[in-house]
């Protein structure tokens, strides 16, 4: 081997490997350093344990000033963590994108503020290169794991709602126990979900530590109807997504019997702030 490179590149995960890569395309003399074995499709034989041992890093841990720890998963072979990853590709948000600007004052070519459109012949190039595409053949169960996390998210984001309505000391007495008692149904629904999703083999998502909701406008009793009315609709709209999909009938069953209440609360919700409380025929 010879001693002198143009370029020495450490690792060869997805920073590396493209950097080294890249650099070659263009001619240079690069030498690419892995720590890792390098391991070729007969070496990939389903055997978990077998696999973490010779692929990954050892786990890792760091502290939060919080004092959790935070775990650290890493591949260490040729490809790095690509190899052990699970290959789904998303584009950056472009709200992510946005705060790149005002963080680092990075610039697109004719220096305005750098925004996702900036990223995309790039990305066009990498999904080209690695042949990412949609998925359209997912087995059926995914659509009904992902309809049920779907609706438990928005009951989960409906108790919280319905607690900061009742905390904020703008809704009077009936009004108060009416908002306490919708919450209670969102909590029973919440139970089912989240017992029904265990017992098919899932994990049910978790309330989030912090949600955000618009608190500053929340003004009157009307303006905290209003926003309930709103996540009402977002939870009815969640259910009419995964009554189809799901192909058991007894959940099925289950999720238009919730639909049917949170529907109920929407309506009764329009009606208190003077909305037609049943506005159309159909719901969407
Ligand atoms: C379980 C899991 C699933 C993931 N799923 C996705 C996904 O679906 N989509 C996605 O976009 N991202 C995913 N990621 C994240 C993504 O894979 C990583 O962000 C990315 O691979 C990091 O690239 P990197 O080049 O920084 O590091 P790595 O890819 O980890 O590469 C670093 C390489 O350097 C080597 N190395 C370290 N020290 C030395 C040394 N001293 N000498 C020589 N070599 C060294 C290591 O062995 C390793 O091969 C996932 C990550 C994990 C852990």
Known sequence: ???????????SGAGGGVIAGELAQRGRDVLLLECGPHLRAADFTRWESKAAHELFWPLRFAP???????????????GGTTTINTKVAFRAHERDVAKWHPASGLTSDGSEPFSV?????????????????????????????EAGFRALGAELEAIAAYQVGAESGLL????????????????EHADVLAKTIAKLGGKPVIAKSKYTFPTDTLKTQNDVLRFAAT???GAVSAYLGAV???????????????????AMHWAILRNAVGEAPVPAAFVS
């Not at 459109?117 to 009904?144: A, F, H, I, N």
């Open 231 to 233: 996540l009402e609709k």
């Open 244 to 262: 189809p999909v799901f192909g058991n009938r007894d959940l099925a069953k289950a999720a238009a019997s919730i639909l049917g209440d949170e």
């Open 1 to 11: 081997m010879k001693d002198r490179f143009d370029v020495v590149v450490v690792g």
């Open 172 to 187: 009077q007495k009936p009004v108060l126990d009416l908002a306490v008692s919708f919450q209670s149904h969102h909590k």
């Open 64 to 78: 939060l000033p919080n004092g959790e720890l935070v775990t650290f998963l890493a591949g260490r072979c040729v």
């Open 117 to 145: 459109s900036d990223l995309e012949p790039y990305y066009d190039r990498v999904e080209q290169v690695l042949g990412v595409r949609e998925r359209s053949d997912w087995e059926k169960s995914v659509y009904t794991a």
